[in-house]
């Protein structure tokens, strides 16, 4: 079992950044694969970017370039560091785990989510 809460979210300007945490409890942070997704208002979740245990990444084309997403096994804790930030990534970005990542970029591929936080970019 694993418990994940996210930290980091607010208000930024077009243009600038933010740094998001997801913080892990619970035994063996370092065997799971992490990911970000995020969901606009009436839009469907979607992932942003994902790790998996041995360390690869994975980029949405939307935010590849921009944001990048990185752990610390020591600190249970997986980042997201979001740069060039525009008005559409605006979203409650949330934090999921899974013991073994399929690849598949649907939700449902992840068993453990945290409670969102907000990211608001104006233009």
């Known amino acids: 079992q694993v418990q994940l809460v996210e930290s980091g979210g607010g208000l930024v300007q077009a243009g600038g950044s933010l740094r998001l945490s997801c913080a892990a409890s619970?035994?063996?942070?370092?065997?799971?694969?992490m990911a970000w997704f995020r969901q606009a208002p009436g839009k469907q979740r979607e992932l942003v970017a994902a790790?998996?245990?041995?360390?690869?990444?994975v980029y949405d084309d939307s935010v590849q370039g921009r944001f990048t997403i990185s752990r610390d096994n020591a600190k249970n804790t997986v980042y997201l560091q979001m740069n060039s930030l525009k008005p559409e990534d605006t979203a409650v970005y949330f934090c999921a785990g899974s013991r073994y990542w399929s690849g598949d970029y649907e939700s449902s591929s992840f068993d453990y989510w945290g409670q969102g936080t907000q990211v608001t970019v104006s233009s």
């Open positions: 790790i998996f245990s041995g360390g690869a990444t």
């Open positions: 619970g035994r063996a942070f370092s065997w799971y694969d």
